[in-house]
């Protein structure tokens, strides 16, 4: 059965820091893209960051330098780190593959970050 766990979110002051966590059952994320999505209430869904099964990454202005994706081959999972942290980071935040035709997501995880 294929699914997909994150964790590592919660709550942060601005300029803070949290490392996100995907960690996959059932499949191989190190022969798979990853994608990491974030919803904030009341916004549309939106990319943060991507890594192909070569490596490249790919970021929009709003976290590039800030959000850095990386794997752990070993461990089969995928990371998020984020650092610099902003109040309009606030979101769920949703780790995502495909597997054949579907688009598999994990149940998400709160960032909050507030003073």
């Known amino acids: 059965q294929v699914q997909l766990v994150e964790s590592g979110g919660g709550s942060v002051q601005p300029g803070g820091s949290l490392r996100l966590s995907c960690a996959a059952s059932?499949?191989?994320?190190?022969?798979?893209?990853v994608v990491w999505y974030r919803q904030a209430t009341g916004k549309r869904r939106e990319v943060v960051a991507s890594?192909?099964?070569?490596?490249?990454?790919n970021y929009p202005d709003s976290v590039k330098g800030r959000f850095t994706i990386s794997r752990d081959n070993a461990l089969n999972r995928v990371y998020l780190q984020m650092n610099s942290l902003r109040p309009e980071d606030t979101a769920v935040y949703y780790c995502?593959?495909?597997?054949?035709?579907?688009?598999?997501w994990g149940q998400g995880t709160q960032v909050t970050v507030s003073s």
């Open positions: 995502t593959t495909m597997v054949g035709v579907r688009e598999r």
């Open positions: 890594i192909t099964v070569g490596g490249s990454t």
């Open positions: 059932g499949i191989v994320l190190s022969q798979r893209a």
